[in-house]
T-cell receptor, first 111, second 116 residues
Framework: GIQVEQSPPDLILQEGANSTLRCNFS?????LQWFHQNPWGQLINLFYIPSGTKQNGRLSATTVATERYSLLYISSSQTTDSGVYFCAVEGEKGGSEKLVFGKGTKLTVNP | NAGVMQNPRHLVRRRGQEARLRCSPM?????VYWYRQLPEEGLKFMVY????????ESGMPKERFSAEFPKEGPSILRIQQVVRGDSAAYFCASSLGLAGGRNTQYFGPGTRLTVL
C-alpha cells in the first residue's frame, strides 16, 4: 500500500519563528489532508490539499502531486501551535477511501 | 452545524468486558470511517462504512471487533472481551463521499478507551 513519511519527527521552536514540515508519499493520491492534534488529543483539520497551494492565516500548504510531496508552512509560531502535525493521504489505487497517516511531526513552541 | 459526535469521550473497561463506541456523522454525510491511535503512534485505519454496508474492513482485527452503521442511528464500533492492548484512542470520521478527489474527512473528538 501507499507509504507516507513525515519529517522532521520532532521540532522545537521559539515563539515567533517560522517552520516547514514535509510529507512524502509513495504513489499518486486522490486526497491529502493536514491535521493538527493538540495536546488534548483533538484532531483539527488544517487543509484538504491534493494539489496546489492554500493559505489560512499563519498557515499555508503546498502539494506537488507530480513529485509526491506536500509542505506545511507555519509562520510567526505561537505556543498554541504546539502539538503533533499529521499528513494523511488517500491513494488513487485500491478503491477504498481510507486515509493512510504518517507518523507525524511533534512541534514544541517555547515562549 | 454540529460536527462529528462521538460518545463516550472516555471509557474504562475491565479485561473481558465489552466496549461500545458511538459515532454520529456530520449532517448529510453518509460515509463513516473508524481509526485507532495507539499511544505515541499515528492513526491507523480500521473500517469504512456506508449506510447498512461495510465497504472496507481491511484494518480491523478479525476477532472481537465489529462495526455497523444502521439505516437509523449512529455508527457503532463494538469490541468484545477487551484486552489491555485495546487501550487506545478511537476516532471516527465522516465524509460526503464525493468522487474526483474532493472527499474531505472530518474527524470527531475521539473516544479514549482504557482497559484495566
Amino acid at each position: 500500500g501507499i507509504q507516507v513519511e513525515q519529517s522532521p519527527p520532532d521540532l522545537i521552536l521559539q515563539e515567533g519563528a517560522n517552520s516547514t514540515l514535509r510529507c512524502n508519499f509513495s504513489d499518486s493520491v486522490n486526497n491529502l489532508q493536514w491535521f493538527h492534534q493538540n495536546p488534548w488529543g483533538q484532531l483539527i483539520n488544517l487543509f484538504y490539499i491534493p494539489s496546489g497551494t492554500k493559505q489560512n492565516g499563519r498557515l499555508s500548504a503546498t502539494t506537488v502531486a507530480t513529485e509526491r510531496y506536500s509542505l506545511l508552512y507555519i509562520s510567526s509560531s505561537q505556543t498554541t501551535d504546539s502539538g503533533v502535525y499529521f499528513c494523511a493521504v488517500e491513494g488513487e489505487k485500491g478503491g477504498s477511501e481510507k486515509l493512510v497517516f504518517g507518523k507525524g511531526t511533534k512541534l514544541t513552541v517555547n515562549p | 452545524n454540529a460536527g462529528v459526535m462521538q460518545n463516550p469521550r472516555h471509557l474504562v473497561r475491565r479485561r473481558g468486558q465489552e466496549a461500545r463506541l458511538r459515532c454520529s456523522p456530520m449532517k448529510g454525510h453518509s460515509h463513516v470511517y473508524w481509526y485507532r491511535q495507539l499511544p505515541e503512534e499515528g492513526l491507523k485505519f480500521m473500517v469504512y462504512l456506508q449506510k447498512e454496508n461495510i465497504i472496507d474492513e481491511s484494518g480491523m482485527p478479525k476477532e472481537r471487533f465489529s462495526a455497523e452503521f444502521p439505516k437509523e442511528g449512529p455508527s457503532i464500533l463494538r469490541i468484545q472481551q477487551v484486552v489491555r492492548g485495546d487501550s487506545a484512542a478511537y476516532f471516527c470520521a465522516s465524509s460526503l463521499g464525493l468522487a474526483g478527489g474532493r472527499n474531505t474527512q472530518y474527524f470527531g473528538p475521539g473516544t479514549r478507551l482504557t482497559v484495566l
